[in-house]
T-cell receptor
Framework: GQNIDQPTEMTATEGAIVQINCTYQ??????LFWYQQHAGEAPTFLSY????GLEEKGRFSSFLSRSKGYSYLLLKELQMKDSASYLC???????????FGKGTRLHILP | DTGVSQDPRHKITKRGQNVTFRCDPI?????LYWYRQTLGQGPEFLTY????????KSRLLSDRFSAERPKGSFSTLEIQRTEQGDSAMYLC????????????FGPGTRLTVT
């Protein structure tokens, strides 16, 4: 079976840095995604990791350690518009089904 | 706009009625996915298609749910004999088969069963 854990809520200050952690257990692993979802809107793709290491894209970076079943999303220079839910999702090997975590609601304070 | 579109955006129905939702994927994408999302939860996988073939269906999905993609383009999701527990946001997504294969989501159909 699969299990994806991430914190339910986090709070950070505008201009700061925040790290959202995700741990997972799957029967086979074929990639990890991070999505952003604003309230009432559809998820939008942020990042993808399939090999160990850090992927950087502007203010957002994502890290993966397959041996530890661990990933994090790092957001720098936080802006008020970054207030959203951040969804960690894992794709199983051999198929294309993606299993989502429950998401982390990030609140940005001025 | 060439993104994923869904229709209707909102649907209110009475318990026991049947409802059908439509999803039009990004035109070049050959994979199409259906998810259900309730408040405070991540999207829950329902089913997915490659072209017109339904490749996987969630074991959690009851027989009241059926999905089709007859010509490998748009897809429909039908819920028969709706129950209050079916109230949720129904999301459609599409992707290519190659590369990172990230999924692009539509705006969703919000279903309320009264």
């Amino acid at each position: 079976g699969q299990n994806i854990d991430q914190p339910t809520e986090m709070t950070a200050t505008e201009g700061a840095i925040v790290q959202i952690n995700c741990t997972y257990q799957t029967s086979g692993f074929n990639g990890l995604f991070w999505y952003q979802q604003h309230a009432g809107e559809a998820p939008t793709f942020l990042s993808y990791n399939v090999l160990d290491g850090l992927e950087e894209k502007g203010r957002f970076s994502s890290f993966l350690s397959r041996s530890k079943g661990y990933s994090y999303l790092l957001l720098k220079e936080l802006q008020m518009k970054d207030s959203a839910s951040y969804l960690c999702a894992v794709r199983e090997y051999g198929g294309d089904k993606i299993i989502f975590g429950k998401g982390t609601r990030l609140h940005i304070l001025p | 706009d060439t993104g994923v579109s869904q229709d209707p955006r909102h649907k209110i129905t009475k318990r026991g009625q049947n409802v059908t939702f439509r999803c039009d994927p990004i035109s070049e994408h050959n994979r199409l996915y259906w998810y259900r999302q309730t408040l405070g939860q991540g999207p829950e996988f329902l089913t997915y298609f490659q072209n017109e073939a339904q490749l996987e269906k969630s074991r959690l999905l009851s027989d009241r749910f059926s999905a089709e993609r007859p010509k490998g383009s748009f897809s429909t999701l039908e819920i028969q004999r709706t129950e209050q527990g079916d109230s949720a946001m129904y999301l459609c997504a599409s992707s290519f088969t190659s590369g990172k294969n990230e999924q692009y989501f539509g705006p969703g159909t919000r279903l309320t069963v009264t």
